[in-house]
């Protein structure tokens, strides 16, 4: 039972003593749709729920790339993806 959980942006690994839980990628919703501004870490491999072939795009996810200005370049890259990691203590 671990009592403590972080979403570190931008890496793929845990700091020292800590459990990697899963790593992937920072996602959001589209500044245009309700979702807002929150931005939530999805593993770079999800899992899918097999269902019917209808779309009703409830939740859509975008992710989130590096724009330099907003983030020092290097070491970041402009248009590339950032990564995240979700670790427990």
């Known amino acids: 039972k671990r009592s403590s959980v972080l979403m570190i942006p931008a890496r793929n690994q845990c700091y020292d003593g800590w459990t990697m839980e899963y790593k992937g990628y920072i996602v959001g919703g ?25 779309n009703h795009n409830g939740k859509l996810f975008y992710q989130a790339e590096a724009k330099c200005g907003s983030l020092k370049c290097p070491p970041y890259v402009e ?11």
């Not at 589209?30 to 209808?54: F, K, L, M, N």
């Open 30 to 54: 589209h500044y245009w749709h309700a979702a807002g501004p929150e931005v939530v870490c999805i593993d770079e491999e999800p899992e899918i729920i097999q269902g019917g072939a209808s």
């Open 79 to 89: 248009g590339r993806e950032l990564t995240c990691a979700v670790c427990s203590m």
